[in-house]
């Protein structure tokens, strides 16, 4: 079928992003914008036929029924974190289906985008559950991805429970995965980190050559370089942020600033499809990335909302709940399969 021209409008400005929502208007398709503090700024939105391409939004619901109505090929990169092992509790305790997730975000990302998974392992009876070893292999082996690294989130911060038969657990697993043949971004000079002897001189010791003893002037040690595969970060906790302590289980906002930085461009489009408090969107926002965050928890989409007014600076006009604009958004869909054959049309695969 046939996709319905689509109407450009002015281009995206990376550094102001604004919150939008689809309303309903005399029986039509229409955009209701909200505005930022600073200013007013066009932003690219589509809806042809069964899919929507939405920027700078929140969705309430199920991520994989909201993923699958998403075009293919249209994120550049994901952050997120998914409840596993059941060692939290969260409003909607409903099971992930993890292989399918894999799935569906695959089909939504970009050839050479990111997909980052940060989650640990439960431990029952002496032994680990292997959860993120399992969704590592799944998704390279059945969902198409590629493993760029795995990397380690070193916690620091508040200890946690102390056992007598095993260690303290105080890291979880940062993977990172990639579509294609390489990703089409990692600046890893993002992500240099300080060096421990910075300004030093490096004395070395002559060294003969043809009979001469020859020396070199020594070095200065650079006051930065490359980060390896352990990255500490405080816990959230030590953020004072009671906005984001509502929810359980957070992400610390320089874990997943990092992770955009050295993954994504300005402009760039950052999913999480599991938000809880809604970190990866911020973060996104603030370093003027274009976002788009789904939680089956309305009362986590509200925590998000509020932080992005608060620290992102995102002042929404005309404001709505996220479950209206999630009914709205249902009812534009079905407006548009309803059409007749030809007048709309269906994903471009």
């Known amino acids: 079928m046939s996709a319905l021209p689509v109407k450009r409008r002015s281009a995206v400005v990376p550094h102001t992003p ?27 939105e589509l809806l042809t036929g069964n899919h929507f391409l939405t920027d700078n939004r929140l969705l309430t619901g199920d991520c994989l029924p909201l993923l699958a109505r998403l ?18 509790r969260y409003d909607t ?9 894999g799935e569906a975000l695959f089909r939504v ?14 431990s029952r009876r002496f032994a680990k559950s292997l959860s993120s070893f399992r969704l590592a292999l799944s998704w390279c082996d059945h969902a198409g991805w590629h493993l760029f690294e795995t990397c380690l989130y070193h916690r620091h911060g508040v200890p946690g429970p102390w056992w007598r038969s095993r260690l303290r657990v105080d890291h979880e697993f940062i993977l ?17 980190i300080p060096t421990k002897h910075a300004g030093e001189k490096v004395t070395r010791r002559p060294y003969p050559r043809r009979g001469i003893a020859w020396s070199l002037p020594p070095p ?15 816990a959230s906790s030590s953020e004072r942020n009671g906005v984001k302590l509502r929810h359980p289980a957070t992400m610390p906002d320089k874990l997943a600033a990092d992770l ?6 300005p402009g760039d489009l950052v999913l999480d499809p599991l938000m809880g408090s809604g970190t990866s969107v911020v973060m996104a926002a603030k370093l003027g990335r274009r976002f788009l965050g789904m939680d089956a928890s309305a009362r986590y989409v509200e925590i998000a909302r509020q932080r992005l007014v608060r620290e992102a600076k995102i002042q929404p006009q005309n404001e709505r709940s996220s479950k209206l604009a999630q009914r709205d958004i249902g009812n534009a869909l079905e407006d548009a399969q ?4 030809g007048a709309a049309g269906g994903f471009d695969e």
């Open 18 to 44: 604004c919150m939008q929502t689809i309303s309903r208007s005399r029986g039509k398709q229409t955009l209701s914008k909200q505005t930022s503090l600073s200013s007013k700024i066009a932003q690219d």
């Open 71 to 88: 075009p293919k090929e249209s994120v550049d990169l994901t952050v997120t974190s998914p409840p596993y092992d059941d060692l939290r």
């Open 93 to 101: 305790p409903t099971p992930l289906d993890i292989p399918a997730l």
């Open 109 to 122: 990302t970009k050839d050479g985008g990111v997909c980052i998974v940060v989650m640990g392992d439960a």
């Open 176 to 192: 990172i995965f990639f579509k294609g043949k390489r990703p089409k971004t990692f600046h890893k000079e993002r992500l240099l």
């Open 220 to 234: 200065t040690i650079a006051p930065l370089q490359c980060r390896g595969t352990v990255w500490p970060y405080s």
């Open 260 to 265: 955009i930085l050295g993954f994504s461009e």
């Open 338 to 341: 309803e059409a007749p054959t």
